[in-house]
């Protein structure tokens, strides 16, 4: 509850507040601000001068595995908050930041498909989306120029006019072989689409092909909004504060939002707005409301649901690696993917389950990868990279493995759920994120069958040896929180974002998505920021904006 202690910041009431400085912030910021509109943003973390990530560096692989890992957990910087996950079947990986995850991702691009909005009608389960594929179609043209995307038109997965800004990244020698392979069994296959340049485009560099996506890129090539977006937010005017944790979303007497109260060293802060946007992630966003509890909202703010929250799905990936006898130089990059496969994608009832998955093949980032590819999941009857003989079978083995990813469509489940933590807390006393989260039946399903087929596509491909490397992986895909929908009993925000009940307050990410589909969600976000900030600049009727 809003207290004596809060400072108010200047006596200007902002246009909009966005609460989280990630992707969706960026995409929405810049939107705005180019509009005219006042806008602040809060984050939590800080902004890193992208020369300082480790990619380039000898011991890169040390740092992504140490203060530069996607689990908050493991980097426990004091800007993140602690995740209970001793109710979860895998981490949760996130990025406090200003460009939030986009800094660590991979750089994979891929639009929803048509039938990812409307699995109940086609499936039976789950809940169609209140939007359509069409629908999205122009914003996710318009954030495909913005975040510069390099791909090849005509992938037949998708309706015609799919066509990105820039021309795709080589396929490389690992894309090659595995195309041949793939073509031996008459299976889809595509260049891989990533948000990563092939030339120097508007704010990015030219990517130099270090294949370290993953790890942040000290290019400053990847599509990160802290190089595409927030730089130009600012330049119009944008106020963005850093070391900013959002603690609540205060009301007013008419139940409207106010703004939001932050803590920023050691002090609260009112920032009012007339428009509050959440971009704090699929973790965050919940999180937060959680914490807005008041006499209208004692469960959370816009929560007369129950679903806040509920709903969490993760995209838990497996792994199928294969070695080859031929070098295929399968450190470079992008890191991003060499080519995707939609093969196995669609429903077929004859497979045992609903909905499929994405193939991405992708690089090995370095040594400790292929040693952990080899020995860290229970792979037997190999050797090991320790002991007599290690060098000889790592000088057989590096630059010579390739991974199918296998990303599932994870359909929602309310038990898997984010709630607030009872004790632990962050370095403000804010209570943690607790992550209910256990994999479903059929997830396993759809990721044990595509296993299965990626090995026989490292079979056909020439593998001299091919295994599953991982399951239950995390991808960092944090879905479904505060689920959009037309019925205010169902849903908690409308197809727009705007949340029942609370007619000036937004959500603006990944935790809108009533289904996770099978693809990585970037694309996805980016085009919802979009469309809902373009719909406040043509005006909301319900939202009062001064002009």
């Given amino acids: 509850m809003l207290g004596r ?3 108010q910041d200047r ?6 507040v966005i609460v989280g400085g990630g992707t969706a912030a960026g995409i929405a910021a810049l939107e705005l601000s180019s509009a005219g509109f006042d806008v602040v943003i809060l984050e939590q973390g800080q902004w890193t001068d992208p020369a300082l990530l480790p990619g380039n560096t000898a011991e890169y692989e040390i740092a992504g595995a140490t203060h530069w890992h996607p689990d908050p957990n493991v980097r426990a910087k004091p800007e993140d908050y602690p995740l209970d996950i001793s109710r979860s079947d895998l981490p949760v990986w996130l990025y406090n930041g200003v460009g939030g995850s986009s800094v660590l991702y991979g750089g994979i691009w891929a639009r929803a498909l048509p039938s990812d909005f409307a699995v109940r009608t086609l499936d039976g389960v789950a809940d169609d989306w209140p939007l359509t594929y069409r629908d999205l179609v122009p914003f996710y043209e318009a954030v495909e120029k913005e975040m510069g995307v390099a791909g090849m038109a005509g992938n037949p997965a998708y309706p015609p006019g799919f066509e990105p800004p ?6 490389h020698l690992p894309g090659r072989t595995m195309a041949e392979g793939m073509n031996r069994l008459g299976w889809h296959w595509w260049p891989g689409t990533n948000a990563i340049p092939t030339r120097a485009y508007r704010h990015q560099s030219q990517c130099v092909r270090y294949g370290i996506c993953r790890m942040g890129c000290p290019e400053g090539a990847k599509a990160s909004v802290d190089i595409t977006h927030l730089p130009e937010a600012v330049n119009n005017g944008a106020r963005l504060i850093k070391g900013a944790r959002v603690a609540e979303i205060p009301l007013d007497s008419r139940g409207q939002a106010t703004g939001a109260v932050y803590i920023k060293d050691g002090q609260r802060h009112l920032q009012r707005a007339s428009v ?4 704090a992630g699929g973790i965050g966003t919940p999180r ?6 008041s006499a209208r909202f004692p469960d959370g703010l816009a929560n007369t649901s129950g679903l806040v929250g509920r709903r969490l799905m993760l995209h838990p990936y497996g792994s199928a690696v294969g070695v080859y006898e031929d070098d295929l130089e399968d450190w470079l990059g992008p890191a991003g993917e060499y ?5 196995f994608y669609e ?3 004859d497979r045992g389950f609903v909905r499929g998955a994405k193939w991405s093949l992708l690089p090995i980032a370095g040594p400790m990868e292929a040693v952990g590819k080899w020995t860290g999941h229970g792979v037997e009857g190999r050797g090991t990279f320790y002991g007599p003989g290690s060098a000889e079978r790592m000088r057989s083995v590096m630059g010579h493995m390739m991974q199918w990813h296998v990303v599932p469509e994870d359909l929602p489940e309310e038990s898997n759920r984010v709630e607030l933590h009872p004790t632990l807390t962050d370095s403000d006393g804010l209570p943690a994120a607790a992550i209910h989260y256990r994999v479903s039946e059929n997830t396993e399903r759809i990721v044990e069958f595509n296993l299965a087929r990626a090995l026989e596509a490292h079979q056909a491909a020439g593998a001299t040896d091919a295994w599953v490397a991982g399951r239950r992986l995390s991808t960092g895909h944090n879905t479904g929180t505060t689920k959009m929908g037309h019925d205010p009993e169902t849903s908690v925000v409308d197809s727009y974002g705007r949340a029942h009940g609370v007619s000036n307050l937004y959500v603006i990410d990944g935790s809108l998505f009533p289904t996770s589909t099978g693809v990585n969600v970037t694309a996805t976000i980016c085009a919802l920021a979009k469309r809902t900030a373009r719909h406040l600049i043509e005006g909301d009727p319900a939202v009062e904006v001064p002009a």
Wanted: proline residues 12%; glycine residues 0%; without cysteine.
């Fill in 276 to 279: 509050v946007l959440m971009a």
């Fill in 166 to 171: 820039l021309p795709p990244a080589p396929i």
């Fill in 339 to 343: 080519i995707a496969s939609m093969q």
């Fill in 11 to 16: 006596d200007q009431v902002a246009d909009v």
């Fill in 347 to 349: 429903s077929d009832p």
């Fill in 288 to 293: 937060i409301l959680l914490m807005s509890t």
């Fill in 5 to 7: 202690s809060v400072q």
